[in-house]
């Protein structure tokens, strides 16, 4: 568009004039271009081989929906649009890629059987415990995947697991690390602690010296977030109005193209004995086959279980010992003849005689019909109808689209021509920060980064086009910036006391703390200390890491103290959650395993070769990044 904006207000002199002076250099571009690598639309380039934007967009979007499958409503879009997740996902692609080209010039490969076989046991796709075509097939339409693509990235996927699972499966644990960690993990020790809450002094006094002071040297506590306030217009499809009414014959047209949609042919329930017999036999092998086939189908006439003839003579060996089953089956499923002949049978007359294809003699056998079945253009007229308009306002949307952009780029700073053009209203947010807000467009971390880009909040220009679902759009333009700042001391002043108030009390309960320990390094005993201080004795025999009884915090200071003298304690004082505790470790128990614990020590045997294997499969991964040349443009992500 913006081109023939171009072509249209350029003519005479002046237009050759302008081209002859841009014809120089970009001849010279179309020339560097043989010689250069154009990276521009790649988020990663791994060992010269790019990811490009489109890959990674499309692979984003299928793990986003994959996601949103297995989460259901406990999804957050918004967690997935954020750039940590995003810098994730790319990072899990270079590995692929490393992988990939590993596995290339290994020359690894998966045979069609394994792939096969690793599709056919996922269960997402089986019914009952069977693998179902139907359901496979809906779910991967589900997910916008065909077969072949979904086989593709398995079988690239099989590939590429092989490095790993190899390194995996050499992981091993030996009987000393099973003991170690079994030393540590099922350790106990036995304890007391006097319990000091930090408790603020009610009547205490806070003068404003002591309170600006505190707001000076911790001003990074009380710092405003930065903000900005943004204009912008939106595009949606759903609200263009103006909704086109088709024809009836364009309905009807449609309905007709798309019949299939709509309707489900009639299906047969078939069964067959194949006597095989090559296209180029001599004619007397012809003959006997088909003689033999006469025989069955006279048979199977005659009354005798035509699975249990199948069974005995047919050499399909897909379905002989099914009995002949052929499932249900549709016009196009089968060769022509076999065709023809399955629709002349009826249940009155169910068994065929022989018929010829390419294969050798079949004998058909019809075993129930199922009608066709659907809707009439009346009952799918609506649906045809919703469908055309949709189609339309996508269509305008898309124009709409292009000439927003267009005008934008004519004056890239501002948006009141686009809205005036195109009859749009300009809408303003309140401000909001880099972590985004709550409700409408602030909620879109999309929006919300694109708001906080250098286009936007640095150049102060109109936004590239924000994705906010599908056919709806949104550009943006930064109307107030409000930078980071220290907040004035009225506005933090409780905080500030608060603050003050707290640290007091933890002084003072570390001071506490420290007197008991100082009592006890002189012979007091632990439980007249706490009683003489009014305060609570914690006292366990044998303690494991975990025990939902005991603070979290004090256990796990507790587990980092240093081993007791024999005969002796050790003593020290610890900050725990709100408060702190004079603790007396008395004794300390390794762990051990019985020989009643096989099924113990084999679950940790299995943890610790897993870990193993997963640090093994990240140092190798580490060990190809280490080797390869990678660059990544954040800025396209």
Same mark, same amino acid.
């Given at each position: ?7 249209d207000?350029?003519?005479?002199i ?5 081209? $002859? ?8 571009v179309g020339?560097?271009s ?38 259901g ?16 996902? *790319?990072?899990?692609m ?10 290339i ?5 998966v ?9 056919r ?20 339409a ?20 092989q490095f790993?699972?190899a ?10 690390e099973?003991n ?5 993990q099922?350790?106990?020790r ?28 911790n ?19 759903a ?52 003689e033999?086939?006469?025989?069955l ?16 003579a ?10 002949g089953?052929?499932?249900? *089956? ?24 022989? *018929? ?13 019909i ?9 009952? $799918? ?5 919703a ?26 700073t ?34 919300v ?30 109307q ?10 009225e ?24 007197e ?28 494991r ?15 980092l ?21 004079l ?10 395993i ?13 943890r ?5 294997a ?7 991964l ?8 990678i660059e ?6």
């Open positions: 568009m913006v081109l023939q904006a171009i072509r207000r350029l003519h005479g002046i237009a050759i004039f302008i081209f $002859a002076i841009l014809i120089i250099p970009f001849a010279f020339v560097n043989y010689f250069t690598s154009d990276a521009v639309n790649s988020v990663a380039v791994v060992n010269d081989q790019e990811i490009t934007l489109n890959q990674y967009n499309q692979a984003f979007q299928n793990y986003r929906r994959r996601m949103q499958s297995q989460m409503d406990a999804f957050d879009p918004d967690a997935f649009d954020q750039l940590i997740i995003r810098r994730q996902f *790319i990072d899990r270079i590995d692929e890629e490393l992988l990939s080209q590993l596995s010039d290994a020359g690894l490969a045979t069609d059987e394994r792939l096969s076989e690793e599709i046991s996922m269960p997402g796709f089986e019914v009952d415990g069977e693998f179902n075509l139907d359901v496979y097939q809906q779910r991967l589900a997910q916008g995947l065909s077969p072949q693509q979904f086989e593709n990235d398995v079988r690239v996927s099989l590939v590429m697991n790993p699972q390194i995996g499966s050499s992981a091993i644990s030996t009987d000393w099973v170690d960690y079994v030393r540590l099922e350790q106990k036995a304890f007391s602690a006097i319990i000091v809450p930090a408790s603020p002094a009610t009547e205490e006094a806070i003068d404003e010296e002591a309170i600006l002071a505190w707001y000076e040297s001003q990074g506590d009380y710092m405003s977030e930065e903000q900005v306030v943004i204009e912008f217009i939106e595009l949606d499809a609200t263009l109005g103006g909704a086109v009414e088709p024809d009836e014959e364009v309905l009807r047209a449609r309905f007709e193209e798309q019949e299939a949609r709509f309707i489900t042919p009639e299906a047969r329930l078939a069964s067959h004995i194949l006597i095989e017999v090559e296209t180029d036999a001599p004619q007397v092998d012809v003959d006997s086959a088909r033999l086939a006469e025989e189908s006279t048979r199977a006439r005659d009354g005798e279980d035509f699975a249990a003839l199948a069974r005995e047919s050499q399909d060996l897909g379905s002989a010992e099914e009995g089953d052929l499932g249900w *089956i549709e016009p196009g499923y089968m060769v022509q003849a076999f065709e023809d002949a399955l629709y002349e049978l009826s249940i009155e007359n169910p068994v065929s005689e022989p *018929i010829q294809t390419g294969f050798g003699w079949h004998v058909i056998q019809l075993r129930e199922r009608p066709a079945e659907g809707m009439s253009y009346t009952e $799918a007229r609506e649906l045809l109808l469908e055309y308009q949709e189609e339309a306002d996508e269509r305008r949307f898309i124009e709409q689209a292009d000439r927003m952009i267009d005008i934008i780029y004519e004056d890239p501002t948006l009141s021509a686009a809205a005036d053009e195109l009859g749009l209203q300009i809408q303003q947010t309140e401000p909001f920060g880099r972590a985004g807000g709550q409700l409408g467009v602030t909620s879109n971390m999309e929006f980064n694109t708001a906080f880009s250098d286009l936007v909040l640095a150049q102060a220009s109109v936004s590239d086009p924000v994705d906010l679902g599908e056919n709806h759009i949104a550009l943006l333009h930064l107030q910036h409000l930078p980071a700042a220290v907040r004035p001391l506005d933090v002043r409780d905080q500030v006391v608060e603050a003050i108030t707290r640290q007091r009390a933890m002084d003072a309960a570390a001071a506490t703390a420290e008991l320990l100082a009592g006890l390094n002189a012979g007091q005993d632990l439980q007249s200390l706490a009683d003489s201080a009014g305060l609570t004795l914690v006292t366990t025999e044998s303690d890491r975990t025990n939902p009884d005991v603070s979290s915090r004090l256990l796990q200071q507790v587990f103290m240093d081993l007791p003298a024999e005969g002796g304690s050790e003593a020290a004082v610890f900050e725990i959650e709100d408060g702190y505790a603790v007396r470790l008395d004794t300390v128990t390794d762990g051990v019985s020989e009643e614990d096989a099924f113990l020590a084999q679950a940790y045997k299995r610790i070769g897993n870990a193993t997963s640090a093994e499969a990240i140092a190798f580490r060990m190809l990044r280490a080797q390869s040349t990544v443009f954040e800025d396209r992500l």
